[in-house]
């Protein structure tokens, strides 16, 4: 969580709205007040230093529900680097994982943790609904990234894009996501080589105009007036900038495989050192508040590797 330019150029509530100040006050006394019906010494001001020191140093999601996860971009940056962290040995032993076996994983960290976007994930893979199929972990690390993080805006461009193609879109409309979403028809896209060299052998038949999905993303974006995360402009015009059209899939795959979208949400390192045992954090864990921890056991690798 970055803020130093913003403490001087920003004025007090814009501060406390950016980073979510509130949300963190109000589940900490709600952890404390937990924490006191078990515990009646405990010290609040100690509890609620160990609290904002796990959410600083990013162990706060450790265990919680989905649902606090989903609160603010930190915890969900968070929860993805805690994921990394806790089972990359998977990626340095070669092993591949159907979509059901990196949701069981992830549930030992999340237990309410849904399937659909382990499964949104995979499509953007495999590009399919073979659920079955197996995958790598950083090809499933860097996709699930994507899909987790910008997930709100990923299902407003996936209604877009079916608009598009189905020509009913109209530039300035307002963007309806379904509670229930379909798969778009078309998977091959054409973009840069460097972001997804599978998407650029497509068919030039496939996919949209680039130049209306552009406008449609754009779009997206102003409306979006802060209240999700949506990949930076300038990385979907690198994206889009040397095709003439593009497919849903194929931007997924160009955005999970963009470094500059992995520097931007500054969670994870570069894909040539996601398996290097260079964190300091893995061998001195942050304190957390007790009610933060489970109630039952829990995988002791997850322990140990925080």
Same mark, same amino acid.
């Given at each position: ?7 001087? +150029? ?14 963190? &006050? ?26 904002? #020191? ?37 990626? #340095?032993?070669?092993? &591949? ?10 549930? &030992? ?31 499933? &690390? ?40 379909? #798969? ?79 520097? +931007? ?6 894909? %040539? ?9 893995? %061998? ?23």
């Amino acid at each position: 969580m970055s803020g130093e330019s913003d403490r001087f +150029s920003l004025t007090a509530e814009q501060y406390l709205a950016k980073y979510h100040v509130l949300t963190y &006050l109000q589940d900490a006394v709600a952890q404390l007040l937990e924490h006191k019906e078990e515990n009646p010494r405990v010290i609040p001001a100690r509890f609620l230093s160990d609290y904002f #020191r796990s959410v600083m140093q990013g162990n706060h999601t450790l265990f919680r529900e989905y649902s606090y996860i989903r609160k603010t971009p930190h915890n969900i940056a968070s929860f993805i680097r805690v994921f990394w962290k806790c089972f990359r040995h998977i990626g #340095r032993n070669g092993d &591949l994982l159907s979509a059901k076996e990196y949701h069981s994983l992830i549930c &030992l960290l999340c237990p309410d943790f849904p399937f659909e976007p382990v499964q949104k994930t995979a499509r953007i893979i495999l590009m399919e609904d073979a659920m079955d199929c197996l995958m790598s972990f950083p090809d499933f &690390l860097y996709a699930f990234q994507t899909q987790f993080f910008y997930e709100e805006f990923i299902d407003k461009l996936h209604s877009t894009y079916q608009a598009l193609v189905s020509g009913t879109y109209r530039p300035g409309q307002i963007v309806v996501v379904p509670s229930t979403l379909t #798969r778009p028809t078309q998977h091959k896209s054409q973009l840069p080589s460097h972001a997804a060299p599978e998407a650029a052998q497509a068919n030039s038949g496939d996919g949209v105009d680039v130049h209306s999905f552009l406008e449609a993303i754009l779009q997206i974006i102003h409306t979006s007036s802060g209240s999700f995360s949506c990949p930076p402009v300038e990385i979907i015009k690198d994206l889009l900038g040397s095709v003439e059209r593009v497919t849903f899939y194929g931007f997924l795959i160009g955005l999970a495989k963009h470094a500059g979208v992995n520097d +931007s949400i500054a969670t994870l390192p570069d894909k %040539s050192a996601i398996m290097e045992e260079t964190d300091q954090e893995l %061998s001195s864990p942050a304190p957390r508040p007790k009610s933060g921890r489970p109630k039952s056991g829990i995988s002791n690798a997850a322990k140990k590797a925080l």
